[in-house]
């Protein structure tokens, strides 16, 4: 399927107040809006993914499975600054008539929801009956849910948090000096910084999984090597593949709009700001994530009215959240069916 795009034709401002002209929007729609409109599922996809939630998140949403285009009306926007189909860094800016590169304006989760607000718009969305994220989709979502509570009925935040941490802005700086370190960064060309990017990702990979993780798919079969190490190769191999699919740019800022994540901010304080909410919401922690550590999920629920907490038992650390859609299916569909304020539902996995 093709990603769709929407352009919008008036000037785009920033939360900084810098404005940008012709913006662009890439999204993907599956299923039909129902007659009554309410069997909307808006999904917020992650840092380096796409549009086309059916490739990257099978078993949770597709045809056959939970979200079903047979019966939802499933919408994913590529979101601002990513390179898949929005408006980025490597896109022309159209006073100058060149990239922008790092000329780009610094944005915010908030600026990512004000262009949703206006594929809402296109689309004839006014309620969005789910709306679900993970990591930074989670945190747009979040942020959604509180800018717009009467049109979000129903919330799914899955390993993300209120505000992002200190460690987890430490682990996006580092990526950053990582790719700051490759001269070509700054030469303004789309393939600038990619031995950086490599690095980067190869720094984000250790956040994503774990100890556990890797001790179990990276283990070595044999006592005898002295180099050339799986879990090298697997370092090595992650970080190109993210090279032929991103691009530094866009990497670069999408990490510092991560790292400005703060429901509180003009706000009076992120308990003020979680008050707001008011869809019921489905907050899920994975036992095993280091960057979004389950704390974080716990805090979301004890300040969000009408919430529920589930913890999922993962090796696969915070990707559990890309990887365990058995059991992040289990656990929604429970949550769908009681009403019970706090149930909390303990899902184990067993490696």
């Known amino acids: 399927m093709n990603t769709e795009i929407f352009k919008y034709t008036q000037t785009f401002e920033f939360e900084s107040g810098q404005q940008i002209e012709e913006l662009e929007i890439g999204f993907h729609t599956y299923g039909k809006l129902n007659k009554e409109k309410d069997n909307v599922v808006w999904v917020c996809h992650a840092l380096t993914a796409n549009a086309d939630v059916f490739d990257w998140w099978k078993g949770l949403v597709g045809t056959g499975h939970l979200f079903n285009p047979e019966e939802h009306f499933i919408v994913c926007a590529n979101i601002l600054g990513s390179p898949y189909g929005t408006t980025n860094p490597l896109s022309v800016n159209a006073v100058t008539g060149q990239p922008y590169f790092q000329a780009f304006p610094q944005f915010t989760i908030r600026d990512i929801i004000k262009a949703h607000q206006l594929l809402a718009e296109h689309l004839q969305v006014k309620n969005i009956h789910i709306l679900i994220g993970g990591s930074l989709g989670g945190q747009q979502a979040i942020e959604w849910g509180i800018i717009e509570p009467e049109r979000i009925k129903n919330l799914i935040l899955i390993a993300t948090n209120a505000r992002h941490s200190p460690w987890g802005i430490a682990f996006n700086e580092s990526q950053r000096l990582a790719i700051s370190t490759d001269r070509t960064f700054y030469a303004n060309t789309p393939e600038g910084g990619q031995k950086g990017l490599k690095a980067a990702r190869s720094i984000a990979l250790l956040s994503y999984r774990g100890y556990k993780t890797y001790s179990i798919t990276q283990q070595e079969d044999t006592d005898s090597k002295t180099d050339d190490y799986r879990a090298a190769t697997y370092q090595n191999y992650q970080g190109e593949k993210l090279v032929n699919r991103f691009n530094a740019h866009s990497y670069w800022y999408l990490t ?91 899902l184990q996995r067993t490696a």
Do not use: C, W
Not at 269 to 287: D, H, Q, Y
Not at 296 to 317: M, N, T, V
């Open 256 to 346: 510092k709009t991560m790292d400005s994540h703060n429901v509180g901010r003009n706000r009076n304080g992120v308990e003020k700001a979680l008050s707001l909410i008011k869809a019921r919401t489905l907050v899920i922690g994975i036992k095993s994530d280091v960057l979004f550590p389950v704390e974080e999920q716990q805090y979301l629920f004890r300040h969000i009215p009408k919430s529920a907490f589930a913890e999922l038992d993962s090796f696969y650390g915070h990707d559990g959240f890309l990887i365990e859609t058995e059991a992040l299916t289990n656990i929604i569909t429970s949550f769908f069916k009681t009403d019970v304020k706090g149930k909390i539902i303990e």
